[in-house]
């Protein structure tokens, strides 16, 4: 097991979000990561420093095949001395790509929960750097599995219109390079629905995505994630969505679990790389949500991934309790070293 992880992490460090006009302390913060780096520095294991990313060559490639260039572009040149929220949301054409920045971002997002903040740039662009080095040390079998540990998350990220914290959808980063080298399966064990994931693979049959969540007529991301969105075109019956009520424990959720694993592995699909949407806001303990899973739990869902025995890279999304955070990515990754 590689471990990388994105010490710059801290240079994006937003302070609040705006849900119904009030506005609340932001939950996507740094304590996350520096707790989770110091679990797993206590658990003895090495962790891999990605320090930085250059805007070019593959990771240029990979990321503008996933996201529209235009909205890539602008967040790369777009360079801001205070927090930048929107005020008007463009649901037409993209457009206008002069006036003031915060007029323009209303072409890309879709929430005021994802500020861009002076270096978001910086942090984002370099957690997609650390996935695909973890996607490539898969690809050229130096490694069976690979952990991501950095934030800004991704998965919210779809093809030009993000929110939900993220920015660059790093796990599509993952699995889209993967995809030249075989088949991939995208399983997303967030509390929230991957709409970044499945917006951006949604027409694709060569990467399978599959989300677990919290159903969307109650959480974020309210608008997607529903069981009847199974893909189009091309990608027809390869998507699929488990919503689910509040309150779900460890033995309501393994079921479902491997329901979603004996869909990703059915005939149709044969993955031959697995990528991992870890979210560990299905914590009993977590501040904005609402599932009950355990610390424990964490351990075998990783061993009943580990059953599917793929070459896998897990790439974290969410999980607000700082607290804990880093203690259920120790049995998590434990579990699946097994
Ligand atoms: N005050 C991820 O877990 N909810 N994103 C905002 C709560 C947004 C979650 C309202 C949740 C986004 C990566
Ligand atoms: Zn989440």
């Known amino acids: 097991m590689t471990i990388l992880y994105t010490p ?62 235009r909205y890539v572009h602008w967040l790369q040149q777009t360079s801001v001395t205070e927090p930048l929220y929107p005020s008007v949301f463009n649901h037409g054409e993209t457009a206008l790509v002069h006036g003031h920045p915060s007029i323009q971002w209303g ?11 002076p270096q978001t740039w910086s942090a984002a662009v370099t957690m997609a750097e650390a996935s695909l080095q973890a996607a490539e040390l898969l690809a050229s079998h130096q490694q069976r599995l690979v952990t991501v540990v950095g934030r800004p998350p991704g998965h919210h990220a779809g093809k030009s219109r993000v929110g939900g914290y993220c920015y660059l959808n790093n796990a599509a980063v ?33 990467v399978i995505t599959c989300s677990i969540h919290a159903h969307p007529d109650r959480k974020f991301p309210y608008f997607a994630g529903l069981d009847t969105e199974i893909g189009t075109g091309p990608g027809l019956n390869c998507n699929r969505n488990f919503p689910l009520p509040a309150g779900i424990t460890d033995q309501e959720y393994q079921p479902i679990l491997e329901s979603a694993l004996a869909w990703l592995a059915q005939p149709q699909h044969q993955p031959e790389y697995l990528i991992i949407s870890l979210g560990l806001d299905t914590h009993e303990s977590d501040p904005i949500a609402d599932f009950q899973l355990t610390t424990a739990y ?30 259920n990515l120790v049995n998590f990754v434990q579990g699946l070293a097994n």
């Open 8 to 69: 710059n992490h801290h240079l994006h460090h937003p302070q609040h979000e705006i849900f119904n006009g009030e506005v609340l302390a932001h939950a996507e913060v740094p304590d996350r990561v520096d707790n989770m780096v110091a679990a797993l520095q206590a658990a003895e294991y090495d962790l891999e420093a990605v320090n930085e990313a250059t805007y070019e060559g593959q990771l240029q490639a990979v990321i503008e095949q996933i996201h529209d260039p």
């Open 107 to 117: 072409n890309f997002c879709t929430d005021l929960f994802t500020p861009i903040m």
């Open 174 to 206: 993952a699995a889209h390079h993967l995809s030249a080298h075989g088949r991939v399966a995208v399983l997303d064990v967030d509390y929230h629905h991957g709409n970044g994931t499945q917006d951006i693979f949604y027409e694709r049959a060569d």
């Open 298 to 327: 964490y351990r075998q869902m990783a061993t009943t991934l580990s059953d599917l025995h793929l070459p896998t890279v897990v790439v974290l999304e969410g999980g607000y309790n700082t607290k804990v955070i880093g203690e």
